[in-house]
């Protein structure tokens, strides 16, 4: 009898060790479809009202409640955004999202990525590296912004053009497009002329500082082109205190960048000329990428440009600002 308690009791251990298994099997599958870890590189958040959309954009989609174990890290230098990236490297993650400080100085960076089985998509900017070496670009084509831009100005037929130049941060992605062409105007017009051309690296108060300089100094000029919103208002800061006329019937045409709310209510107030948009909301294009890799599927379009216009203080209207404010 005792012998048959014990095969029984030895048998029902085995049954419920085989129905354990499924169980034990599918917690083993959830471990690894489980959070996706992104390690995402950005510059700092309070660059501009731009740089704030797009980190609360990034923040909005790449948390825990979409299946993401993020972690983030800013700077607007690249050389402690490279660092950064070997960190994440080092810790492991699936995806190294990357906005670039500069265009340059990414390759080794991305092929220890790729030797770690690290797949890098880039958003907002563009770098000077070997298309092999990440999946896909989610950016505006910052070349056409900047085309679109000098194409506006030209039509305003002025019979000179003397143009201040605010320039942003040298190098970035965003500089490089919107001094491209307006560089290339100038070289090929002489009736347009740099009166000064500097970077004030996105920031407003020294913006405001080149332009007074250029008014103490007595230099004329009827342009002001910011390649962004900030640097704009503080351009147009130092000519309201110098009592100098700007926007629509002004002495001083303003172009700004980015198309934050604010500066949209200024061009449709004819305080300022023109605003070219920059689309901040990459989020949603980078997460259906990573989507589409984790199913498997192979990702065909290198470069994914984001739709954008420039917005003339004489069409501009306010569903315009409401639709398109950042």
Not at 213 to 224: K, M, Q, T, Y
Not at 228 to 257: E, Q
Request: hydrophobic fraction near 40%; proline fraction near 1%; include cysteine.
């Amino acid at each position: 009898m005792k012998k048959l308690l014990a095969l029984v009791l030895a048998l029902c251990m085995v049954l419920a060790m085989a129905a354990c298994a499924p169980e034990e099997e599918a917690q083993q599958g959830g471990d690894e479809g489980g959070l996706i870890k992104v390690g995402i590189i950005n510059n700092d958040p309070n660059e501009s009202g731009y740089r704030t959309a797009n980190v609360e954009d990034m923040k909005r989609v790449f948390c825990e409640e979409n299946g993401y174990e993020p972690s983030f890290y800013y700077s607007m230098k690249n050389d402690e955004q490279i660092a950064a990236a070997q960190n994440f490297i080092q810790a492991g993650v699936d995806y190294l999202l990357i906005s670039a400080a500069d265009v340059s100085g990414w390759d080794t960076v991305l092929k220890d990525a790729q030797t770690a089985g690290i797949q890098v998509i880039l958003y907002d900017r563009t770098i000077n590296a070997d298309e092999s070496l990440y999946v896909a670009s989610v950016v505006s084509d910052m070349a056409k912004e900047g085309e679109t831009a000098v194409t506006w100005l030209e039509s305003q037929g002025l019979d000179s053009y003397k143009i201040i130049h605010i320039q942003g941060v040298m190098g970035s992605a965003a500089q490089v497009g919107r001094t491209g062409a307006l560089d290339e105007k100038v070289a090929s017009d002489e009736n347009w002329t740099l009166v000064t051309q500097q970077t004030a690296n996105w920031d407003e108060e020294t913006a405001k500082q080149i332009v007074e300089s250029i008014i103490a100094s007595g230099e004329e000029f009827n342009v002001i082109y910011a390649e962004n919103d900030n640097m704009a208002r503080g351009a147009v800061s130092a000519l309201d205190d110098a009592g100098i006329s700007h926007g629509v019937d002004g002495d001083v045409i303003i172009m700004g960048f980015d198309c934050n709310k604010w500066a949209l209510e200024e061009v449709l107030k004819g305080t300022w000329n023109y605003d070219g948009q920059c689309n901040p909301f990459q989020a949603d294009y980078i997460d259906e990428i990573i989507q589409k890799l984790q199913a498997g599927e192979t990702i065909t379009e290198k470069v994914i440009y984001l739709e954008e216009k420039g917005f003339d203080a004489k069409t501009i209207t306010q569903e315009d600002v409401d639709n398109y404010g950042i």
